[in-house]
């Protein structure tokens, strides 16, 4: 079975830094897109921030360009994301996922396999 696992989400005060993990078992990793959304409450999920197979494109949402860097590790089959500059309104739970083929970067649709989420907490 495929799993996704997150972690590295936490609390932390506003300008701080978090790294989110993102590890698969069960599955292939190296051929396949990989991206992180997230969730705050009342809110649908968005997307922030996905990269290609190969590791040599990378995607941003807007609100994190400058502040977030997603990279994969494809012998650990672990994506990550370094969150630094942290603001509140960056508070959300925080789900990786592989994405299947074809189709946007951009859309929780085109993903197949999602993580259970990891929460993060940005206070004033």
């Known amino acids: 079975q495929v799993q996704l696992v997150e972690s590295g989400g936490g609390l932390v005060e506003a300008g701080g830094s978090l790294r989110l993990s993102c590890a698969l078992s069960?599955?292939?990793?190296?051929?396949?897109?990989m991206g992180w959304f997230r969730q705050a409450p009342g809110k649908e999920r968005e997307f922030v921030s996905a990269?290609?197979?190969?590791?040599?494109?990378?995607f941003y949402a807007d609100s994190v360009k400058g502040r977030f860097t997603i990279s994969r590790d494809d012998a650990k089959a672990t994506v990550y994301l370094q969150m630094n500059a942290l603001k509140p309104e960056d508070t959300a739970v925080y789900y990786c996922?592989?994405?299947?083929?074809?189709?946007?970067?951009?859309?929780?649709?085109?993903?197949?396999?999602w993580g259970q989420g990891t929460q993060v907490t940005v206070f004033l």
């Open positions: 996922a592989r994405r299947g083929y074809g189709g946007t970067f951009y859309s929780a649709g085109e993903y197949d396999i």
């Open positions: 069960g599955g292939t990793f190296g051929e396949y897109d």
């Open positions: 990269i290609n197979w190969s590791g040599d494109r990378t």
